[in-house]
């Protein structure tokens, strides 16, 4: 079965820092994998998604995620923290082709002044 | 706004009542999805169709737990005899299958509360 397992329950940050957020995937297929962020009281949004091209993926709001298959990761990165990325964020495997995600427990990013 | 919609935002029942959400997904979507997120989780999966057939339901939506998409439109998710367990956020998503724009769109939620 497919899974994600994301390795912090809480990330603090100062603003201008870089920011790294975990996950690690299970999965007996090459997996489609996804980030979403979750603003208070706001719905979800992807940030970027990984479906087999490039391993080095780019997404919204300076975001980006690299897939190791071999570490099988899709730790979400960006070079600078700002205030408003403070959120929720979860990291998501679909189980096939665009079925049912699978989502992790989640991780909240607080960024400090 | 062309985004998913969901409707009531907030609901309070009390144990034993039925109660009915709305979810409007985005027109030209022919999969819609229903979740549940409870405090401090990541959404769980409960049923999802493509157009008006439900295609799969998750070991979480129990008998009490309905959902229907007559027309391959808007969906409804029914919880009949509620329970203090079904106190959640109650999400909905779209997508376009089997496309490359596959990634699920989602709304603002309902929110849930049994007392």
């Known amino acids: 079965a497919q899974s994600v397992t994301q390795l912090d329950s809480h990330v603090s940050v100062s603003e201008g820092t870089p920011v790294l957020l975990r996950c690690n995937y299970s999965?007996?297929?090459?997996?489609?994998l996804f980030w979403y962020v979750q603003h208070p009281n706001k719905g979800l949004q992807l940030l970027l998604k990984?479906?087999?091209?490039?391993?080095l993926v780019k997404g919204i709001n300076g975001f980006e995620a690299e897939f190791k298959k071999s570490e099988t990761s899709f730790h979400l990165t960006k070079p600078s923290a700002h205030m408003s990325d403070a959120a929720e964020y979860f990291c998501?495997?679909?189980?096939?082709?665009?079925?049912?995600?699978?989502f992790g427990a989640g991780t909240i990013l607080r960024v400090k002044s | 706004d062309t985004g998913v919609s969901q409707d009531p935002r907030h609901k309070i029942t009390k144990r034993g009542q039925n109660v009915t959400f709305r979810c409007d997904p985005i027109?030209?979507?022919?999969?819609l999805y229903w979740y549940r997120q409870t405090l401090g989780q990541g959404p769980e999966f409960l049923t999802y169709f493509q157009n008006e057939a439900q295609l799969e339901k998750s070991r979480l939506l129990s008998d009490r737990f309905s959902a229907e998409r007559p027309k391959g439109s808007f969906s409804t998710l029914e919880i009949q005899r509620t329970e203090q367990g079904d106190s959640a956020m109650y999400l909905c998503?779209?997508?376009?299958?089997?496309?490359?724009?596959?990634?699920?769109?989602f709304g603002p939620g309902t929110r849930l509360t049994v007392t």
């Open positions: 990984y479906t087999s091209a490039a391993t």
């Open positions: 998501v495997v679909s189980v096939r082709y665009g079925n049912k995600l699978v």
């Open positions: 027109s030209e979507h022919n999969r």
């Open positions: 999965s007996s297929y090459s997996p489609s």
């Open positions: 998503a779209s997508s376009l299958a089997p496309g490359p724009a596959y990634e699920q769109y």
